[in-house]
């Protein structure tokens, strides 16, 4: 949707654009579903020769792929379909880049319920369905987050491997708390072969985090604590924390008090490294780090896309001196760097 | 969205928005239906004067505020919210123009669950909903496009007064057919005051456009005639017959008899006016016409939106012997207009 505000002359298009706009997320969920990149990746080109391959009408292949072409997520000449480069490097399942799982978390039934009661959302300030208290265990929506989730975390993680030395090979004790799909701290463990990595997080979703540290090599040194962050015995000793993804899931009292948890576990010198979408003072800049913001009004009580100086000053409350920000190429969100 | 297909390094950021482009459809939604966009045409600027006036926390609506500026909906300056042109013409109420409603039916139930089938929709060629035959009276849904979608028809309706010579004043009968809110109609009747209109619908639809048509002064011109396109009689005697979207509802020979039907009911010299969203013959161009396809895969049994050359064929084998096209100026729908 290109923006009119600029033009001299408003027209609906764009507003009318955007009250269909879940039209755009079912085509994708649909096209991924019936694995038609792949399939075109495959060699079949025609709405025919997809149909066959997919187990779909020609018709309904016809239709969809027209629109996937409107999209830009594909090409159409005489009459055959290919891949633009974007679909054949994150859409089509033989490529290493492939994202195409996260659509069954981003769009799934749970997130579509929540943006569902907005409305009531707003009224309220916070969400509106049953599961926004994120300090209980919601197994089902965080395991499809693990299983789901992890193809986007590649860039991010190497960024945070790199931050902690990995490179260096020095042994460290890693505590990676609300580890998910736990690649953040299996991929600083395929980088440093001396860490030794502790895994937290509710007990189905560790299932998700030994299974990926098993595929990816690291199992010997990937142990896990069963429960939730605010209670569990979390040892102590660590280098480095790292929690990714957390604190935008909980009011401000909420981040410090988990924050306090963690500094009581460090090694003086320790340094707790996290991602987060930040957005700038002014809430609405860049986009997708502030527009993350509705995401977290939609889905929890009281979370918040927070900005740098709120997160520096809630670390700061937990014991926690100094906290940087760090860019990652390319991506959306963000590290921050505490240290002890 | 920017399209990142034509960068020399792809980035996932267009595949993950599109993942979570119903977020934009829920966001506008919400602001609409707490009248976000009239409170700030009112006067209220900030997160906390908006909320007094909506009856919303200062949070939600600081929170859904800041994501609609950063849709370029809004606009934030100072912690004040305005209205971009866009949303002072479009999205506030007490604007002439004012399109708000349309999230009514465009974003209804109804187009969700649609769209909800849309895999299966792809595998069998048509909607997986049971209200795909629409032949068949689904009034519930026809009530809400009625009530919703007027607005949207102005610049359409005032070109089809054009092509129909309504500025010449001669009598006139014409027969509206599905002719659901009445606008085009009604419209006509406004720039003819010596045109009668019969408008064909459903019952419970046409109490909508008879709403209209007292409202617009017209009623003692307006009559109607309930039932079916393809049973109710249609009378005979008529100048001028409107068709618009309602083609796309059916499959071509379905398409054919309703012209047919109509060809029966004309005046030597009479003019059918079909107004539809009608793709080039490569089926992704213009994108908004050609996009039309998935909304008919998904919500028919067999509708689509056809080509000019389809409808010209159609229209030519129920007995009209010329059909031609005339693009609306801004809009993405266009006018045939066949000759008996």
Redesign the interface.
């Known amino acids: ?1 290109a ?3 600029t033009t001299s ?8 654009n ?13 096209a991924i ?2 694995d038609i990149f792949t399939a075109i990746a495959d060699g079949a080109n025609s709405a025919g020769a997809i149909a066959a391959k997919t ?10 792929c ?2 996937l ?4 997520f594909l090409t ?1 000449n005489d009459e055959k379909y290919a891949l ?3 679909a054949a ?3 089509n399942r033989h490529s290493p ?1 492939c ?1 195409a799982s ?2 069954d978390f ?2 799934s039934p749970w997130s ?1 319920k929540n ?2 009661g ?2 009531e ?6 969400t509106a369905n049953v599961t926004g208290d994120h300090t209980k265990p919601h197994e089902e929506v965080w395991v499809n987050f693990a299983r789901s989730m992890a193809p ?1 975390t590649i860039p991010n993680a190497e960024f945070i491997a790199g931050l902690a030395g990995a490179a260096e090979g020095k042994p460290c004790n890693v505590l990676d708390i609300a580890a998910g799909h736990g690649m953040y701290g299996i991929t600083l463990a395929k980088r440093n072969s001396n860490a030794q990595i502790v895994a937290v997080d509710w007990p189905a979703v560790l299932e998700v985090a030994k299974e990926n540290a098993a595929k990816f090599g690291v199992a010997d040194r990937f142990s896990t604590r069963p429960g939730s962050a605010f209670d569990v015995e979390l040892g102590e000793g660590y280098d480095f924390a790292l929690l990714t993804n957390i604190f935008h899931h909980f009011d401000i009292p909420t981040c410090e008090k988990l924050m306090r948890r963690v500094h009581s576990a460090f090694k003086p010198g320790g340094k707790v490294i996290q991602l987060e979408f930040v957005p700038n003072e ?4 860049p ?2 780090a ?2 993350f ?6 889905g929890t009580d009281a979370g ?1 896309a927070y900005t740098f100086a709120e997160y520096e000053k809630m670390f700061r409350n937990a014991g926690f001196a100094k906290t940087t920000l760090h860019p990652v190429p ?1 991506m ?1 969100q963000q590290v921050l760097l505490s240290e002890k």
Chains 1, 2 share one sequence.
Request: net charge neutral; aromatic share 6%; no cysteine.
């Open positions: 949707m923006a009119s505000t002359k408003p027209t609906p298009e764009r507003i009318f955007t009250m269909i706009a879940f039209q755009e997320t079912e085509a994708l969920k649909a579903e019936l187990g779909a009408s020609e018709r309904g292949v016809r239709i969809l027209d629109f072409t409107i999209r830009e159409k633009t480069q974007e490097i994150f859409l880049a994202l996260m659509v981003l769009a579509r943006f569902g907005l409305t959302a707003v009224r309220k300030g916070g986007l002014d809430r609405v800049t986009p997708m502030a527009a913001s509705l995401v977290m009004l939609a918040d390319d959306p």
